[in-house]
């Protein structure tokens, strides 16, 4: 079984302060995790992924994530916070056979001028 | 190549009728799922499908719910009688996958469409 769990619905950061979202996972073989960010009124939009190739992983928008293991985490960073990253972030994970996504309840991320 | 197409975009009902939430996936793809997603409840799975085939339905409340995949034609979310709580956002996501085989890590996720948000007066 694998599951993902989101710790903080709501964040809020100052505008150039860094920005933390974290996600921890449960599953019983090697994971496939994902981050995926929700603009108002949109679908969901895929920040980066971790496929068990390199642990720390860049994707757009100047956001990395770093896969460990042994804490069963992968939590999203951003150095400087830009108004435009206000929107909503999920963490999902799935097994190599991609039957099935699991997201998080997400964290709503609020940047301050 | 268009991405995951999903209308009608919004979509209101009144209670007792029904709703039909459609969803084109990406080309070649042939893996569709649909989420539902409340205010402060994140997403919620509901079916997996793939062409003609129910791969996991575990999401889906047992009455008035169904979902198909047609060989042609665009995947179907159903809703019957239509009540309140059934107000929401309805995603749809697809992907490429190979039933019972890793997959390409560089075809792994699932790619959203704009969702269908369902208001039921």
């Known amino acids: 079984a694998q599951s993902v769990t989101q710790l903080g619905s709501h964040v809020s950061v100052s505008e150039g302060a860094l920005v933390l979202l974290r996600c921890n996972y449960s599953?019983?073989?090697?994971?496939?995790l994902f981050w995926y960010v929700q603009y108002p009124n949109q679908g969901l939009q895929l920040l980066l992924k971790?496929?068990?190739?390199?642990?720390l992983v860049k994707g757009i928008n100047g956001f990395e994530a770093e896969f460990k293991k042994s804490e069963t985490s992968f939590h999203l960073t951003k150095p400087s916070a830009h108004m435009s990253d206000a929107a909503e972030y999920f963490c999902?994970?799935?097994?190599?056979?991609?039957?099935?996504?699991?997201f998080g309840t997400g964290t709503s991320l609020t940047v301050i001028p | 190549n268009a991405g995951v197409m999903q209308n009608p975009r919004h979509l209101v009902r009144r209670r007792g009728q029904e709703a039909r939430l459609r969803c084109s996936p990406m080309?070649?793809?042939?893996?569709v799922y649909w989420y539902r997603q409340l205010p402060e409840e994140g997403l919620k799975f509901m079916v997996y499908l793939q062409k003609e085939n129910i791969i996991d339905e575990s999401g889906m409340p047992k009455e008035r719910f169904s979902a198909e995949f047609p060989k042609e034609g665009p995947s179907i979310l159903r809703i019957q009688q239509v009540v309140r709580g059934d107000s929401a956002a309805y995603f749809c996501?697809?992907?490429?996958?190979?039933?019972?085989?890793?997959?390409?890590?560089?075809?792994?996720?699932?790619?959203f469409g704009q969702g269908t948000r369902l208001t039921v007066v």
């Open positions: 971790y496929t068990s190739a390199a642990t």
């Open positions: 080309k070649g793809h042939s893996h």
């Open positions: 999902a994970v799935s097994d190599s056979t991609g039957n099935q996504f699991y």
């Open positions: 996501a697809s992907s490429i996958t190979i039933e019972g085989q890793p997959r390409d890590p560089m075809n792994t996720e699932a790619f």
């Open positions: 599953s019983s073989v090697p994971p496939y």
